[in-house]
């Protein structure tokens, strides 16, 4: 009798908790990427029931979707991605899904302001959160789509994008005067892949994957070789690692130079296809841009 209640007591426990804030009366939002999860939950706050898929340190370019992603996208009001094919593997996952709402944030983007690639099947670079000006637009297009969705709330998610777009003015105001400090002639960022074109266009600086822009594809040996003289050449004091990327590429990069009897240090370590953990200044996307771009200024300086 006691050990029956106490299993009644732990299964309680474990499906009690397993989702506290579960509201069915809520719009089941799903969204892909923790920048786009981030930016969803300062439009939707308590009046959705948000499930992000991806968390810190995963790389959308290979993540596969879980049995368990499956069943929450099936059950799913809404589903928030990035497109321009950044979630290369899902999307025949979103295929799938026809009958659900899919909105892709890419589609906020007037595509012939976007960076060309032809890694991708969409032909243009999907790194679309490092411009903070496409991030306002992705904010206002969140606004709209829950707005439609949740008509009664129009007035909250009104003011809450808004509030996140002065959020956002502000957030580049203090960028730009950090960047500021570090002569244009410094301004060369080095990094595992080529994520950072959308931040080198709107931020002055010269951005170098090594890479690629898909992580899908390893950098060769010519790639490192190639990539080592123009540090050296250019020099350059720092090269930097990705949170959501092996470090083995910049550390092979990083032996390259030091095999030609230059010096290059690795500045640390940036969050470029995800957000830092959940709960950290780093996991919030303002969080996440400030502490890139203060990386990187202190090291290249
Ligand atoms: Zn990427």
Same mark, same amino acid.
């Given at each position: 009798m006691k050990r029956t209640f106490l299993l009644f007591t732990i299964t309680l426990t474990v499906f009690g908790c397993?989702?506290?804030?579960? &509201?069915?009366s809520k719009l089941n939002v799903v969204t892909t990427t923790t920048m786009i999860t981030d930016l969803v939950k300062n439009i939707g706050g308590d009046h959705i029931n948000l499930q992000g898929l991806m968390g810190s340190g995963v790389d959308p370019h290979l993540y596969k979707a879980s049995e368990g992603d499956v069943s929450k996208l099936a059950n799913a009001d809404i589903i928030f991605y990035n497109g321009l094919h950044l979630e290369g593997k899902l999307v025949e996952v979103f295929e799938k899904m026809k009958n659900k709402k899919t909105i892709a944030i890419? &589609?906020?983007? &007037?595509? #012939?302001?976007l960076i060309g690639s032809e890694y991708f099947a969409s032909n243009f670079d999907p790194h679309i959160w490092f411009n903070i000006e496409y991030w306002k637009q992705a904010t206002q297009f969140v606004v709209k789509t829950l707005t439609d969705a949740i008509p009664e709330q129009k007035e909250t998610f009104k003011t809450n994008g808004n509030n996140y777009i002065k959020q956002l003015d502000a957030l580049k105001n203090k960028l730009e005067t950090v960047i500021e400090t570090l002569p244009r002639e410094k301004r060369i960022l080095v990094t !595992?892949?080529? !994520?950072?074109n959308y931040f080198g266009k709107a931020f002055n600086f010269e951005v170098v994957g090594l890479?690629?822009? #898909?992580?899908?594809t390893e950098a060769g040996v010519q790639d490192v070789q190639n990539l080592s003289a123009f540090i050296i050449e250019h020099q350059v004091k720092a090269i930097f690692v990705e949170s959501?990327?092996?470090k083995r590429t910049i550390e092979a990069l990083q032996a390259s130079v030091k095999s030609k009897d230059h010096d290059v240090t690795i500045g640390g370590t940036l969050y470029s296809d995800a957000l830092g &953990? !959940?709960?950290?200044?780093?996991?919030?996307y303002i969080g996440m841009f400030e502490y890139n771009v203060n990386t990187i200024v202190n090291a290249l300086k």
């Open positions: 397993k989702n506290p804030k579960k &509201d069915n890419a &589609d906020a983007l &007037d595509k #012939s302001t !595992a892949h080529d !994520a950072f890479q690629g822009l #898909s992580t899908a959501s990327v092996p &953990d !959940a709960g950290t200044i780093e996991g919030t």
